[in-house]
């Protein structure tokens, strides 16, 4: 497995990570995914250790706080060996409180993760979303006594906008506290919007990328093709075509993704991920998995590159016209250049 350094922190983290979304099956949302109780996460958890997939990815409102539990019992033994990444911010309760990044809430929801994880820290503390309604002053402040405490080694955000990012780093810079080290972000074939804004603001500010849902929600799996209808209740129906956009794109994706991974010997979903491990700024991609063959499937996608024509066919039909002012900001090179090659 191949490490790569998380921004400009001194933490190394593998290529690909395990995600845990899975794990629980907590309501209908969640089932989708997939309801791996403890016996199966324990021999899926032997499976990412012994490939060097050591960073185990989860949230406390994955299944209700269930998937953290799940997470716990199955490492239980074994946490000197792996990198634990949680999330907070989501609602855990309908009481006001229960919700957002506020000092008041952060200070329990880690406490109540690392019971549920039976560990005494966790290695990366994400903001699973940004909170408007609080001061960024507080969040920052708060998980910086996080870290001093010992309680979260390092802290990150997932799906902010850049100015969300951008103010946050600030707010942090200007008091000497604890920076966000890394973003993790919605990032594909067919979801290339991260590349606009997101990437450039990472190059510049040395924040390491950890892409969720790199198969766009399991439509970049190979199971979703051209005149072909998909079964109600799954993933792909649940999150995949929403989010993959332009059906027509999509399509066109996964026949080059087919014809590629005809040519190098590789499924579909293993080329969907290579490519993306090939991106800018990329540090590690979470893949998640519903069994042993699927996670072992997934993890086959490294250890190996695709060449420069397959990149460029990948690139060439993923294409899509930025929106403003992005579009604006490409018309002279010499100004913006962007950090891959995405629409001319």
């Given at each position: 497995?191949?490490?790569?350094?998380?921004?400009?922190c001194?933490?190394?983290?593998p290529v690909?990570?395990?995600?845990?979304?899975?794990?629980?099956?907590?309501?209908?949302?969640?089932?989708?995914?997939?309801?791996?109780?403890?016996?199966?996460?324990?021999?899926?958890?032997?499976?990412?250790?012994?490939?060097?997939?050591?960073?185990?990815?989860?949230?406390?409102?994955?299944?209700s706080?269930?998937?953290?539990?799940?997470?716990?019992?199955?490492?239980?033994?074994?946490?000197?060996?792996?990198?634990?990444?949680?999330?907070?911010?989501?609602?855990?309760?309908?009481?006001?409180?229960?919700?957002?990044?506020?000092?008041?809430?952060?200070?329990?929801?880690?406490?109540?993760?690392?019971?549920?994880?039976?560990?005494?820290?966790?290695?990366?503390?994400?903001?699973?979303?940004?909170?408007?309604?609080?001061?960024?002053?507080?969040?920052?402040?708060?998980?910086?006594?996080?870290?001093?405490?010992?309680?979260?080694?390092?802290?990150?955000?997932?799906?902010?906008?850049?100015?969300?990012l951008?103010?946050?780093?600030?707010?942090?810079?200007?008091?000497?506290?604890?920076?966000?080290?890394?973003?993790?972000?919605?990032?594909?074939?067919?979801?290339?919007?991260?590349?606009?804004?997101?990437?450039?603001?990472?190059?510049?500010?040395?924040?390491?990328?950890?892409?969720?849902?790199?198969?766009?929600?399991?439509?970049?799996?190979?199971?979703?093709?051209?005149?072909?209808?998909?079964?109600?209740?799954?993933?792909?129906?649940?999150?995949?075509?929403?989010?993959?956009?332009?059906?027509?794109?999509?399509?066109?994706?996964?026949?080059?993704?087919?014809?590629?991974?005809?040519?190098v010997?590789?499924?579909?979903?293993?080329?969907?991920?290579?490519?993306?491990?090939?991106?800018?700024?990329?540090?590690?991609?979470?893949?998640?998995?519903?069994?042993?063959?699927?996670?072992?499937?997934?993890?086959?996608?490294?250890?190996?590159?695709?060449?420069?024509?397959?990149?460029?066919?990948?690139?060439?039909?993923?294409?899509?016209?930025?929106?403003?002012?992005?579009?604006?900001?490409?018309?002279?090179?010499?100004?913006?250049?962007?950090?891959?090659?995405?629409?001319?």
């Amino acid at each position: 497995m191949e490490f790569r350094q998380l921004g400009r922190c001194g933490l190394r983290v593998p290529v690909l990570s395990f995600g845990t979304a899975t794990f629980g099956g907590g309501s209908e949302f969640y089932r989708a995914w997939g309801s791996t109780d403890v016996a199966e996460a324990k021999r899926l958890v032997d499976i990412c250790i012994d490939a060097g997939a050591t960073l185990l990815d989860t949230a406390n409102s994955y299944s209700s706080g269930r998937a953290e539990e799940i997470l716990g019992a199955a490492i239980a033994g074994r946490r000197g060996d792996l990198l634990i990444a949680t999330k907070a911010t989501f609602p855990m309760g309908a009481a006001p409180n229960d919700v957002g990044s506020s000092r008041h809430f952060l200070m329990r929801a880690c406490e109540d993760s690392l019971r549920r994880l039976g560990t005494d820290h966790v290695d990366l503390y994400y903001m699973h979303g940004f909170d408007e309604h609080t001061p960024v002053e507080e969040t920052m402040r708060a998980l910086d006594d996080l870290v001093t405490s010992g309680k979260v080694r390092y802290v990150a955000c997932s799906n902010f906008s850049g100015w969300h990012l951008m103010k946050s780093l600030g707010v942090a810079e200007r008091y000497g506290w604890s920076p966000y080290v890394a973003h993790q972000a919605y990032y594909s074939l067919v979801s290339r919007e991260y590349e606009w804004e997101l990437m450039p603001l990472a190059i510049d500010q040395g924040i390491g990328t950890v892409v969720w849902s790199p198969l766009a929600g399991g439509a970049l799996a190979g199971k979703v093709r051209r005149g072909e209808s998909v079964a109600s209740g799954s993933r792909v129906s649940q999150l995949g075509l929403d989010r993959a956009g332009d059906l027509e794109t999509l399509y066109n994706v996964v026949a080059a993704l087919e014809e590629i991974a005809d040519d190098v010997g590789r499924t579909v979903p293993q080329v969907a991920l290579n490519w993306v491990l090939s991106r800018p700024t990329v540090a590690s991609v979470v893949i998640g998995a519903r069994n042993e063959e699927q996670l072992r499937q997934n993890l086959a996608a490294v250890g190996w590159s695709l060449d420069e024509a397959h990149v460029a066919k990948l690139d060439a039909v993923s294409e899509r016209r930025p929106i403003y002012p992005y579009w604006h900001q490409r018309l002279n090179p010499r100004l913006n250049t962007p950090p891959v090659r995405t629409y001319r």
